[in-house]
């Protein structure tokens, strides 16, 4: 038997000995030890770390023969040639017919459909997409991507294609895109060119129901050793480095949980670094615990915590995935290939992203229940220049509507006042943190309203800025930009976006400002305006967005707008289905629908489906589904074995496999009210010793739960108000200490002072552009929403009130503005109960 040489190795589970310390804390939180507890899992030395080959030499020096034979090993190794080939899916073609052919054969049927008698215009664009295609090895690609919208269309499964795919008219041909690129004039080169080989990039949101039904077709269509998710990694992120940090350290729960929901959106490091500057923080001594606890969180945020599953990644190949990669089976049950979505391009695998959005979801219930009294709508149909839709826009009403709800989005729309369809592109594009900080909005609201006159610095840039006012907006127009004035191919322009998007390095812009002057001024431009242009690019480059993807997310927007202005009762219904999806909770949804005249019916044990029915033309009811101790499997349970007379006592529920607290909690949110019997009997009819207790309670009361007991026992277990806002029993107390609802303040002059109670919801410290601390928020009472602003000072005196799990209901005063508040004051509001 051959002898096998001696290699020299050490363990190595850390790079350098200084960072034992954070191996250790890594190995008690994967243990889930605290520190002090000792485990044979934990090394107790510093050793084993990777340690220089002089330390190896001196180390082993009586077996220099091991040595030489590692440095031997180290010099025969290569690296695998695995990373410079493509795995491109084999899609299953009809006999004698090429995926060139097929794929023609396709895009010329679809360019039949969407462009009619203009197709011959048309066909010079899709010629020259095609030949880039197919030039680059991804035609199969594309008639994968088609397969899964067909599959989606014929099953009636809700769907969008966004991202930069939609700047592609042959995309839009075969139905994946709902984006006119050549309509719109937008550029192939931003989503794929020969000058840049990687993988397109295709997103595709469904209902989200359905989503893993189109991944599971895919898994059928192509074989289980074809398809994988993609893998995720997920990493220490700051609250959950500090939650796990605290818990090895013996932080008590509860203070982790305060000091987590406290933190700024920032770096551990720079919060450490800016400690006194934290309002928040400011409570606790410099030097404390909490200090000592931030720094070693510090150490592992950002570094890997566990894999997990791409929320919509599949890749498909045309070789067995086991002759590529690992695999594995993740917690929820499906099989993942070992690399992330960035890996698996390197590996030369095509990536698919199926992803499942609420919003379609929300829009088909909507839909459906539209259908059964107005038979011929369609929401593909909904029409575009909708005079009533977009003046509910103009007056901020948008909560509830797809990417146009957030406060930031409605009060861009009551300054802008959008009017026609590009509006909301570029609404879309504009409220982002680049566009906030490099002072784009301003400028473009100027334009727009003809505050500012429009000017283009050359005449051929006025085509490709018109649309955005002379305001470089989108990337799409840097590319045009860099084409049209300096002879740039599409390709090379897209190189230049991207090197102004990520690099932005002074030696990097110098070259490509030469190299556009120059070539500029080989086509006329004088070398004034080619260096005006080329800083004006540089000035938004790195802030532009994608035209495509606003477009595409704006025909949602919009269909939403629509469907909230002209068909409310349904769409409230299918937004409150589809929870949790948008920017505010279930509770500001639903006193917007009570604004908007839409009346409530709380749960009610025999006649509440699962989730929200529509009761009459303007009334909804909510479903047994939105109980939170009795989750939806539980609500079918009792919907599908409800008697057909009804229940007639909570005990009934004990026999379908309800707790004594699971049917006692159906008591206390009203869900037996229906039946006249008061609550008291209804929970003695159950039997138990609580339930004593809360008879006694009764007997001694004489009479129903007040209104704030009612609120308290809705927001506990329903999460929300489903009888009344939590603020609605107090109004008259309120009315005459002196404060004014929500309301009252959004039709008051601005400038003027005011007060106001309500529900604190989303306190957010967005960037800004003097990277000053704003805080923005909403507060919620019966009436609707107020957005207030707290001003940097204001943070810095109010906003350890404004963050952390404890405050739900402030007080606050200051001055109107733009329908909203400019906060001077903020106090935490202490109330009582009152007479019902």
């Known amino acids: 038997m051959e002898k096998i040489p001696t290699i020299a190795t050490s363990a190595a589970h850390y790079a350098e000995k200084k960072d034992f310390g954070t191996f250790d804390l890594l190995t008690c939180i994967r243990l889930g030890q605290k520190i002090e507890e000792i485990d044979p899992s934990r090394h107790l030395n510093a050793e084993n770390y990777i340690k220089p080959w002089s330390a190896m030499e001196t180390a082993l020096s009586r077996w220099p023969e091991a040595l030489s034979n590692t440095l031997q090993l180290a010099e025969r190794l290569e690296t695998p040639n695995i990373l410079n080939q493509r795995y491109a899916p084999r899609f299953a073609l009809p006999s004698n017919v090429s995926a060139q052919e097929y794929l023609r054969t396709l895009v010329k049927k679809g360019a039949q459909w969407r462009y009619k008698d203009r197709l011959t215009k048309v066909w010079p664009r899709i010629e020259h997409e095609l030949k880039i295609i197919e030039a680059s090895g991804f035609t199969e690609y594309f008639l994968v991507v ?179 990669s690992p695999r594995e089976i993740s917690q929820k049950g499906v099989q993942i290939i070992q690399f992330d979505k960035r890996d698996v391009e390197t590996l030369g695998l095509l990536k698919l992203d199926l992803l499942g959005l609420r919003t379609f979801t929300a829009v088909d219930i909507a839909t459906q229940t539209i259908l059964h009294d107005t038979p011929d709508f369609s929401y593909d149909a909904i029409p575009l220049h909708d005079v009533k839709t977009y003046e509910q826009l103009q007056q901020g009403e948008g909560i509830g509507v797809f990417q146009l709800e957030s406060p930031a989005q409605r009060s861009l729309a009551l300054r802008l006042q959008p009017d026609r369809w590009e509006d909301i592109v570029a609404s879309l594009a504009l409220i982002r943190p680049g566009p906030i900080k490099g002072n784009m909005v301003d400028p473009f609201i100027a334009r727009r309203q003809g505050r500012e006159s429009v000017t283009y610095l050359h005449p051929a840039l006025e085509p490709i800025l018109s649309k955005t006012y002379g305001v470089v907006l989108f990337q799409e127009q840097v590319i045009a930009i860099a084409s049209t004035l300096a002879g740039f191919t599409p390709g090379e322009a897209d190189a230049l976006r991207r090197v ?103 749960i009610d044990i025999n006649k509440s489906d699962v989730g929200v029915t529509k009761v009459g033309e303007r009334a909804l009811r909510i479903g047994l589904g939105f109980v939170k101790h009795l989750g939806l499997k539980l609500a079918n349970h009792i919907v599908s074995n409800r008697p057909k007379e009804g229940f007639h006592s909570p005990r009934q529920l004990l026999d379908l496999g309800l707790t004594v607290t699971q049917a006692t909690i159906t008591i206390h949110i009203g869900a037996w009210d229906s039946l006249n019997v008061p609550r008291n009997v209804l929970i003695e009819d159950l039997m138990l010793p609580q339930g004593l207790y809360l008879r006694a309670r009764y007997a001694q009361s004489g009479s129903p739960p007040s209104l704030t007991t009612q609120n308290a026992w809705d927001y506990q277990y329903c999460g929300f108000g489903q009888h009344q806002q939590w603020m609605a029993p107090w109004r008259e107390y309120l009315r005459r200490q002196g404060f004014l609802s929500t309301s009252d303040i959004r039709q008051m002059k601005t400038g003027r002072f005011a007060r106001c109670v309500g529900l604190l919801i989303r306190p957010h410290r967005p960037p800004t552009r003097s990277g000053k601390t704003v805080v923005f928020f909403s507060l919620l009472d019966e009436t609707g929403v107020l957005e207030a602003r707290l001003s940097p000072q204001g943070y810095q005196q109010f906003g350890h009130l404004l963050f952390g799990p404890t405050t739900s209901v402030i007080m606050v005063g200051g001055r109107v503005e733009n329908r909203g508040m400019d906060v001077r004051t903020i106090t935490p509001w202490a109330y009582q109960d009152i007479p019902h």
């Open 146 to 324: 088609w397969d899964v919208t067909r599959f989606a269309r014929e099953h009636r499964i809700r769907f969008a294609g966004r991202g930069s795919a939609a700047d592609s008219v042959v995309a839009y041909c075969l139905g994946i895109t709902e984006v006119d690129a050549f309509s719109r004039n937008l550029l192939f080169e931003r989503f794929m060119s020969p000058e840049r080989q990687e993988m397109p990039d295709i997103d595709i949101d469904f209902d989200a129901r359905y989503r893993d039904q189109v991944i599971a077709y895919v898994h059928s269509r192509y074989g289980e050793e074809h398809v994988a998710r993609v893998a995720t990694y997920q990493t220490f992120r700051q609250r959950s480095a500090l939650r796990e940090v605290g818990k090895v350290l013996g932080f008590p729960i509860e203070e982790l949980d305060r000091v987590a929901k406290s933190l700024p959106e920032s770096s551990l490091s720079h919060i450490i670094s800016h400690w006194n500057e934290i309002p928040e923080l400011r409570q606790y001594p410099e030097h404390s615990k909490l200090q000592t606890l931030l720094q070693w969180a510090a150490k592992i945020e950002g570094l890997p915590r566990h894999i997990g599953t791409h929320l919509g990644g599949v890749v498909i190949s045309d070789r067995p995935l086991s002759a590529i």
């Open 500 to 602: 102004m998007t990520h690099a932005r390095s002074v030696e990097d812009m110098q070259e490509l400002g030469q190299k556009f002057k120059e070539k500029a001024q080989q086509r006329g431009v004088s070398i004034e305006v080619a260096d005006a242009v080329f800083q004006q690019i540089v000035g938004y480059a790195s802030y532009g967005f994608n035209e495509a993807h606003a477009a595409a997310f704006a025909e949602t927007a919009y269909r939403t707008a629509y469907l909230l202005r002209h068909y409310p009762t349904e769409y409230f219904m299918g937004l409150l289905n589809a929870e949790p999806l948008g920017y505010y909770p279930i509770d500001v949804l639903l006193v917007e629908a009570r604004r908007r005249g839409i009346k409530i019916y709380p």
